[in-house]
């Protein structure tokens, strides 16, 4: 497929290495010669200088032959020009990056009236993520699937977990859970869960379940997590913005410490429901008197990773909440690991996952749609929802027939409003919403998953 990407920030160089990686065919506009030399020499993509929103420019990158556009600038406006000329001069399908909360209740009428494919927004989702988290703090990460009725959710065992020293297939036989374990982070190794794998201290666990089904299992292995009532965010940026808008109606607490006084009148102006403080989140003295050490949760949210991760170490030292972190960058994912920052939000992530869904949906056949994609652990272990169709090869048949590769596994099958969690027996269906967890990167259908 070919796949033209306008804006070389963070967002269009984790997209075209990823486009690239799938096998597309990339080409990356950006005005600035620089951001356009370091992408094209990180990887085997074409580049073209100059304007995006240009005829000329768009024709030069092979506009007329190309299947997907993406504009993802920093401007909105920029974007959603660049997508109406794209449609004019090929008969491409277009994604724009809208991030402006003045726009987020207009997505829908953006979509229709300039036919584009997606309008993307990573400040909402990573806001959605957030909210997810604060809902349930034993989670690290949690990923929706089949609308939300399906959830993967990730966690770090402690040293006195009660699963720590049992095999997966102990911790069935002892709990009763109806989970299914899907992956294990160990140190850099990464791992698609079997039966016989023995937890130790400080795994990261990835498992899928219903919502009531996972909270009944923390429940019954004393990893519930303390009941948040309150949390207090630094920064009071879009992502804040999108944040209040969700919680607005919910009962949890929040008070935000932002250092633009414009910026804290207009969110006090729109959320008096929450305590919007004007200071320097950096501030020590601050953040103690506002309760950072009995704070249910704290959420840095400021505009640099730098400060994001220096007050996130901080307040693991004072407090005893639960830590959110956002990260924009991605080429020091290894070293915030070692971190232990607990949960981490990455916008540019959440973007290139929901583009990458796209952009393999297009290429499937016709045995399965993907729905939703989520890299579990980045670069290693992806989980993609499948709809499945009538002439899909796997259907018919018991799970335990057919031949799967090697490190894949079916992570959840939903069918008629029910979560299935799969065993050997269980068949899967033409119209079933199918889970897939994989080492296999990169699949477009789910057949693919066969040998």
């Known amino acids: 497929m070919k796949v033209i990407i306008v804006g070389c920030g963070r967002v269009g160089n984790n997209l075209a290495e990823k486009l690239n990686n799938d096998g597309n065919e990339v080409t990356v506009i950006d ?3 620089s951001k356009v030399r370091e992408i094209t020499g990180r990887f085997d993509v074409m580049g073209i200088i100059g304007n995006g929103a240009t005829p000329n420019t768009l024709r030069e990158a092979g506009i007329k032959n190309t299947d997907l556009f993406i504009a993802v600038t920093n401007s909105d406006e920029l974007n959603l020009l660049c997508c109406m000329i794209a449609k004019k001069e090929g008969e491409c399908q277009t994604i724009a990056r809208v991030k402006n909360p003045e726009y987020s209740t207009e997505s829908a009428y953006l979509k229709e009236e300039l036919g584009l494919a997606m309008v993307i927004n990573p400040e909402y989702e990573a806001a959605q993520e957030i909210a997810r988290v604060l809902r349930f703090p034993a989670a690290i990460k949690i990923e929706p699937f089949a609308g939300g009725r399906v959830e993967l ?36 190794e990464a791992y698609i869960a079997n039966g016989d794998f023995v937890f130790a201290d400080k795994d990261v666990v990835s498992i899928v379940a219903s919502p009531k089904n996972a909270h009944d299992f923390f429940s019954t292995i004393r990893c519930k997590g303390h009941s948040i009532k309150d949390a207090l965010v630094v920064g009071g940026g879009v992502i804040t913005h999108y944040l209040c808008e969700i919680l607005e109606k919910s009962s949890l607490a929040l008070k935000i410490i932002e250092k633009d006084r414009e910026v804290c009148d207009e969110l006090a102006g729109l959320f008096p429901k929450f305590n919007i403080i004007h200071g320097k989140p950096t501030d020590k003295e601050l953040l103690t008197e506002e309760g950072l050490a009995r704070t249910g949760a704290f959420v840095a949210l400021a505009q640099q990773d730098e400060e994001n991760v220096l007050l996130s170490l901080f307040a693991q030292d004072v407090a005893s909440g639960k830590l959110i972190t956002k990260i924009n960058r991605t080429d020091y994912d290894s070293v915030i690991s070692r971190l232990d920052l607990d949960t981490t939000i990455c916008p540019v992530n959440i973007t290139s996952d929901q583009i990458l869904r796209y952009a393999r949906s297009t290429q499937s056949t016709s045995g399965s749609n993907i729905e939703t994609l989520y890299n579990i652990i980045p670069g290693q272990v992806e ?30 099958i939903y069918r008629n409003k029910q979560v299935i969690v799969p065993r050997g027996n269980d068949v899967i269906e033409a119209g079933d919403a199918v889970v897939i967890i994989s080492k296999k990167l990169g699949i477009t259908d789910v057949a693919e998953i066969l040998r």
């Open 31 to 33: 005005m600035q010669a």
């Open 153 to 188: 959710i990730k966690f770090k065992l402690a040293a006195d977990s009660p699963i720590v020293g049992l095999s997966i297939k102990e911790v069935m036989m002892k709990y009763h859970a109806d989970v299914l374990f899907a992956t294990i982070e160990r140190g850099e």
């Open 383 to 412: 989980a993609t929802e499948f709809i499945i169709k009538e002439n899909s090869p796997i259907i018919g048949k018991p799970l335990w027939e057919l031949k799967f590769k090697e490190n894949v596994l079916v992570g959840a």
